[in-house]
């Protein structure tokens, strides 16, 4: 089965530390995607990546960025986290090419105090 | 760009009942619309899927239908269980391009 591993599944950070959120799948996906979850507000995407080393903007990106260094690892980083930023994250990654599903991560439930 | 609505964000029936979910989208080139299926704690699931050039995919008590003139799209459950209870995500993408996600639907199913 693909598998889509993010590192933590609890985090809790304070305001203004720098975070790093992980995420690894193991079958080749070109595509990797980090949306954000929060309720009434469904799925938003905050970044995507469609090879190592290229990554684009999603709908929310202010107040993150990403890593793709090699295939299999995407980074999601809060430069410096901030209370608004306490949200679930949900990794995700697909093969490239056209219509084809997204396989997520169990997500992090991050809590910035 | 593609935007899908999703309704109701709420439902609850009894088990045993039929539950069904719709969607619309706004881009008529979309042409692969997935289902997922999040329970607590988890993260989403794809369930099931349509692609724009067939009608209708069934699987076991899951059912999707595609109405490609009036870009709507529906999941139907029948015979709910218990353990159906969940968000359910549709999501809409046209060739290699990103899915859009609507809002979800928080499915309860009371026994």
């Known amino acids: ?113 | 760009g593609e935007n899908v609505e999703q309704h109701p964000s709420t439902l609850s029936v009894q088990e045993g009942d039929s539950a069904v979910i719709k969607c619309t989208y706004s881009d008529s080139a979309s042409n692969y619309f997935p289902w997922y299926k999040q329970e607590l704690g988890k993260g989403p699931q794809l369930i099931i899927d349509i692609r724009s050039n067939v009608g209708e995919k069934k699987d076991q008590r899951i059912a999707v239908t595609l109405n490609k003139t009036a870009k709507h799209f529906s999941l139907h459950i029948t015979e709910t269980q218990p353990e159906d209870s969940a968000v359910y995500f549709c999501a809409a993408s046209k060739n290699t391009d990103k899915l859009i996600f609507g809002t979800g639907t928080r499915l309860q199913v009371f026994p």
């Open chain 1, 1 to 113: 089965d693909v598998k889509v591993t993010q590192s933590s599944r609890y985090l809790v950070k304070r305001t203004g530390e720098k975070v790093f959120l992980e995420c690894v799948q193991d079958m080749d996906h070109e595509n990797m995607f980090w949306y954000r979850q929060d309720p009434g507000l469904g799925l938003r995407l905050i970044y995507f990546s469609y090879d190592v080393k290229m990554k684009e903007k999603g709908d929310i990106p202010e107040g993150y960025s990403v890593s793709r260094e090699k295939k299999e690892r995407f980074s999601l980083i809060l430069e410096s986290a901030s209370t608004n930023q306490t949200s679930m994250y949900l990794c995700a990654s697909s093969f490239g090419g056209p219509n084809y599903g997204y396989t997520f991560g169990s997500g992090t439930r991050l809590t910035v105090v």
